[in-house]
């Protein structure tokens, strides 16, 4: 079983950044997915950043240049750091371990989520 819980998430001014951070308990490998996803009110969750491996990543188109997805698989962790924010990019973030870099389910049960860390960005 996959435990996985996010931190970092908080109020941040347009502009600013942060930097979320996954901790992830139970054997994932590395050759299966780790990514964020949010969701804001009112919306579908959506996914912002996937990472295989260490290396091979895809973006929501939406923070393409602003957010990096990083994964040190030494200590189960996944990271999302998170520059320029802006009001829009508010939502609740959540870690996600076996999705593939599309957001799809790539193995029938490898599909775990943590509980989310909110991100809201406010002048």
């Known amino acids: 079983q996959v435990q996985l819980v996010e931190s970092g998430g908080g109020l941040v001014q347009p502009g600013g950044s942060l930097r979320l951070s996954c901790a992830a308990s139970?054997?994932?490998?590395?050759?299966?997915?780790m990514g964020w996803y949010r969701q804001a009110p009112g919306k579908q969750r959506e996914l912002v950043a996937a990472?295989?491996?260490?290396?091979?990543?895809n973006y929501g188109d939406s923070v393409k240049g602003r957010f990096t997805i990083s994964r040190d698989s030494a200590k189960n962790m996944v990271y999302l750091q998170m520059n320029n924010l802006q009001p829009e990019d508010t939502a609740v973030y959540y870690c996600?371990?076996?999705?593939?870099?599309?957001?799809?389910?790539?193995?029938?049960?490898?599909?775990?989520w943590g509980k989310g860390t909110l991100v809201t960005v406010s002048s």
């Open positions: 996600n371990a076996g999705r593939g870099l599309l957001g799809r389910v790539v193995t029938t049960g490898m599909d775990y």
């Open positions: 990472i295989i491996g260490g290396t091979t990543t």
């Open positions: 139970g054997n994932i490998g590395s050759r299966n997915g």
